[in-house]
């Protein structure tokens, strides 16, 4: 088996993607001057694109190559992804000044305008998917996909969660149930959009949405940890927040060490999953470990 | 031709799209209990659900009957609705304390929780489309009108030349663009969501899609209108904010009477389209004489 450049491969994904996004934004009429400028402000943004990156990958690994679905989906996870950011930066949500080693988008344009960003990156993401998926059944597949990671009883309900268990007692089961539901579903909702846009099947699926499932859980581990470890340029957004807004954090219960651990076993469970994929899944393993290893 | 009692009609139309709305909240798990209290504070409110009504008016012109499609595509328009006065009466947007009769969801809960269950009722009215909607085909049709309709070349848009046009010069140009985007969209969405539950042909949309954009002109400059000459109980919202607050309107361009044949105008203009559906498009035609007649 060919050593694998992790980096290289992810670095090459996002550029498909920041492509895709790049040409859906040059294509788009009819929106106010300032409010596209605030929407490719923070959409050009120089993110990681890691969820847009599993799109890919995961599709490459079903069925051989990045497909126009796969490229649709991707951008479209962003899009959500990116919204999420925004709003939670807002002065009464998270209050985050710092965003992908810019300010943030309230700062540098206004909070009204960047509600109606977040706004109207959520609604493109199911307009593309309802517009540029190539057969009826998979956009339906994907709107379903998209709609239930990032909703109330998913991504929001973290968000949700997070807010209300600052300042107060660390709790294992409230731990995880943030962590699942901020950020593992749309961990899990790419991996199903990739497998969908590759046309993977049932048994397929079922072990890639465990897959989804542990790497977001490891992701958002790490992110905890970085908080700590890292410093506000290497992150590009304010580190030592969690600490200071008393959030819910793994480092906070289990602290590093064993969060360092936790975070290696859930790598190690997901890449199980995988084991029916064989060596074809090497990238899809080799992502789980730089998602713990990062350091950003 | 029997008179048509068209208060009592919508009155039907609202309790049915009231059930429908009941039903999906009862059976949503998984939502965070104060996610879900504002939720159901914001979406469970003595609405008008106007633009409901007229899907299931216009899926029973077209095919006879209010099937389910135009039961879930009703609740979807109304969330979608609901989710923009909520983000619209934030601080940082038109700052508003007052909707429907009761504090706004921001007074009733917070901020955050306002954001969120704005972002959430967005995200479920997709997710309900892309679930319940009976063939894959009118789901993703469904999806992209409401997406186009809501999003930031439709509704948002509208919002945010709103906000830009605050204590500038009035505009005709300007005002038109506002309206078109911020409420006709919207109106015109809920026609061709009732169109496609009822499996319009073609030239039937067309038709309806046309009705849709008068109405929902009409509906605003009423709406313009009702805000200067009703009051604040009447209403359920503030009465007096747009020239409180220098906003273009038809009534600051035009004054009152001018105003008032300009919605007249825009109903013959919509009524017009309806021709080819005879009599059996009465109820419509009702309608929009009582959209510039009402008093709330």
Redesign the interface.
Known sequence: MLKIDIKNELAQKAELVNEKIDFLLAH?????K???DA?KYVLVAPGKRIRAAIVLLTCELVCGEVNDDALTAAAAIEMVHT?SLV?DD?P??DDDDFRRGRPSCHKAF????A??A???L???A??I???DIR???K??EM??I???A?????M??G???D??AENTKQDAQMLELIHINKTAKMFQASVCLGAAAGSANETQKKSLRQFGMNLGLAFQIADDILDIVSDTVTLGKTAGKDAQQGKSTYPALYGLEESRKKAEKMVQAGIESLDAFGDKAGILKSLAFEIIDRTK
Not at 110 to 113: H, N, Q, V
Not at 150 to 154: L, N, Q, R, T
Request: glycine share 8%; proline share 6%; charged share 15%.
């Open positions: 788009w009429t009819g929106i106010p300032r409010l596209a929407i919204y709003h807002l009464a949500m206004d909070e009204a305008t509600i109606l977040g706004d109207a959520l609604t493109m199911f307009e998917i309802s517009k057969t009826p059944e956009s339906v709107a379903q998209l709609a239930m990032a909703g109330p009883s998913g929001i309900a968000q949700m969660y807010m209300q």
